[in-house]
């Protein structure tokens, strides 16, 4: 079982707590601890909202936006799903991919996602990004540069989840894996009507997020934060350039006002203020339970042979 990090640290500040206590695990054999410490205690805020534009992200894909849309999920339930992928993916980061809580979060991933004729590739691109978003966007709005002992164990990590999902050919480094993602946006990343609904359709969960008033600005700020290539494949115009600046800006104030905080004492990965699917999860809540329902009503060739069969 992976060893729980140690005790929180005490009344006094000391803001490089666990940084040093990163410092002290080997990320090969330690990975699990190093990426709780850093997702659940360092970077939560970040890692959410990095996670949030990788899944996102991958709605550039038209293969992958055709099987949501298809599916319906995203027009029905699009708030279930954020919360069903978030919770499960983060009791897999707080308990580890072979705790029992990880282990019944994977058999609910799978269970779903062995429904659908998904590409290997397509099934490859979504681990990258949950490798790299988080990464990328702590290099740009951090409070501190992810170590190269973090970045390692999100690799390993994902790796461990992808295997458990039978993803085959994971590169065994992040520069090949990296190398992967870019070339398989290049190759894919292109406008559909599917991607247009899917993305539309995800923003509108995001702006429930907030009052109504402020819904205009929530949808000019999410679109402030995608790069061209994912404007051109969801159609989306972009945000006025000045409020790419005050976007960008103020995450950068964000992260200098955090350099000031205590360090956390209690993870965030089993307390999502967001959800708003499961009241009180985890108290309550099986995670058997999460996920979305058999499909009705989609095209069977959407469908593995055995899933159609059964």
């Not at 990090?5 to 490089?16: E, F, H, K, N, Y």
């Not at 550039?60 to 954020?82: H, M, N």
């Not at 978003?133 to 409070?143: C, F, K, L, N, S």
């Not at 979305?292 to 042979?305: H, K, Q, S, V, Y």
């Amino acid at each position: 079982m992976p060893r729980p990090p140690l005790a929180p640290p005490g009344p006094r500040r000391d803001r490089l707590h666990w940084l040093r206590r990163i410092a002290q695990l080997d990320p090969e054999t330690d990975f699990h601890e190093i990426y709780r410490i850093s997702a659940g205690y360092e970077f939560p805020w970040d890692y959410t909202r990095a996670l949030e534009l990788a899944l996102y992200r991958t709605y550039c894909v038209p293969s992958i936006s055709a099987l949501l849309d298809a599916t319906g999920e995203f027009g029905r339930r699009g708030q279930k799903r954020y919360d069903d992928t978030s919770l499960l993916m983060g009791e897999m980061v707080e308990h580890g991919v072979d705790s029992d809580r990880g282990r019944a979060s994977l058999r609910t991933v799978n269970r779903m996602h062995n429904r659908y004729a998904i590409s290997n590739g397509d099934m490859l691109y979504v681990l990258s990004t949950f490798v790299f978003e988080p990464i990328d966007w702590i290099a740009r709005y951090g409070w501190r540069p992810l170590t190269a002992a973090e970045r390692e164990a999100a690799l390993r990590h994902y790796t461990e989840v992808g295997r458990r999902m039978n993803i085959r050919d994971i590169p065994a480094d992040l520069d090949s894996f990296r190398e992967f993602k870019t070339g398989y946006e290049r190759e894919h990343f292109r406008y559909t009507d599917t991607n247009a609904r899917v993305g539309r359709a995800t923003l509108d969960v995001f702006r429930a997020w907030f009052p109504a008033p402020l819904r205009p600005a929530a949808d000019s700020g999410v679109r402030a934060l995608l790069d061209d290539p994912m404007l051109e494949a969801f159609g989306f115009a972009p945000a006025p350039r000045w409020l790419g600046k005050v976007v960008r800006t103020a995450l950068r104030v964000r992260a200098r006002v955090v350099t000031q905080l205590p360090p956390r004492r209690v993870s965030r990965l089993s307390a999502d203020r967001r959800n708003r699917t499961y009241p009180g999860y985890p108290d309550g809540y099986a995670v058997e339970d999460m996920g979305a329902p058999e499909p009705t009503g989609i095209d069977p060739a959407w469908l593995r042979a055995s899933a159609s069969s059964a």
